[in-house]
T-cell receptor, first 114, second 113 residues
Framework: EAQVTQNPRYLITVTGKKLTVTCSQNMNHEYMSWYRQDPGLGLRQIYYSMNVEVTDKGDVPEGYKVSRKEKRNFPLILESPSPNQTSLYFC?????????????FGPGTRLTVT | EDQVTQSPEALRLQEGESSSLNCSYTVSGLRGLFWYRQDPGKGPEFLFTLYSAGEEKEKERLKATLTKKESFLHITAPKPEDSATYLCAVQARTTDSWGKLQFGAGTQVVVTP
């Protein structure tokens, strides 16, 4: 079954404690992206990757890091989480050929930073 | 600055009462406009991609249209199962990076029996 998986689905942590949210896709997609979703603000793009070892900033990259060492995985790293990073996070993937095609989204990770 | 604005924020419909959702955008050039549906607690689900003004796409009770400044998602004779938040996203035709996407805040649609 074609899918995007994220782990963990729920996470409560404390300010400053480094964490990683994993994202994996089994569709051999070149493009992967991370979003955060907050009430009233919609989905905002954090980082995206157009292929292995190629990443770029979205609209809200501050406080986040990513890496793309393998095609299927695109982890999101919060080196020193703060309460304003409490949010619902989505990973997505897509075929890419000079443009983004339809994206497949993961189930989401709800992060609370206290 | 690129912007994507969706209206209305919320829409309450009676079953069978057709309506339209609006997505207006200001980008330097449009590479693609996407519509997604999102159910509570789930990730967005792809509906349509539109690439050029005048283009239309249909799927069951949904029809998406595109002009140079906005897109409409028409819901014809909606059913309660069409209740969801509908999201619009825009990919701009910039030279630095084509991977950037901007989403609108969404329109929450509730269809009552």
């Amino acid at each position: 079954e074609a899918q995007v998986t994220q782990n963990p689905r729920y996470l409560i942590t404390v300010t400053g404690k480094k964490l990683t949210v994993t994202c994996s896709q089994n569709m051999n997609h070149e493009y992967m992206s991370w979003y955060r979703q907050d009430p009233g603000l919609g989905l905002r793009q954090i980082y995206y990757s157009m292929n292995v070892e190629v990443t770029d900033k979205g609209d809200v990259p501050e406080g986040y890091k990513v890496s793309r060492k393998e095609k299927r995985n695109f982890p999101l790293i919060l080196e020193s989480p703060s309460p304003n990073q409490t949010s619902l996070y989505f990973c997505a993937s897509s075929l890419a050929s000079g443009r983004v095609h339809e994206q497949y989204f993961g189930p989401g990770t709800r992060l609370t930073v206290t | 600055e690129d912007q994507v604005t969706q209206s209305p924020e919320a829409l309450r419909l009676q079953e069978g009462e057709s309506s339209s959702l609006n997505c207006s955008y200001t980008v330097s050039g449009l590479r693609g406009l996407f519509w997604y549906r999102q159910d509570p607690g789930k990730g967005p689900e792809f509906l349509f991609t539109l690439y050029s003004a005048g283009e239309e796409k249909e799927k069951e009770r949904l029809k998406a249209t595109l002009t140079k400044k906005e897109s409409f998602l028409h819901i014809t004779a909606p059913k309660p199962e069409d209740s969801a938040t509908y999201l619009c996203a825009v990919q701009a035709r910039t030279t630095d990076s084509w991977g950037k996407l901007q989403f609108g805040a969404g329109t929450q649609v509730v269809v009552t029996p």
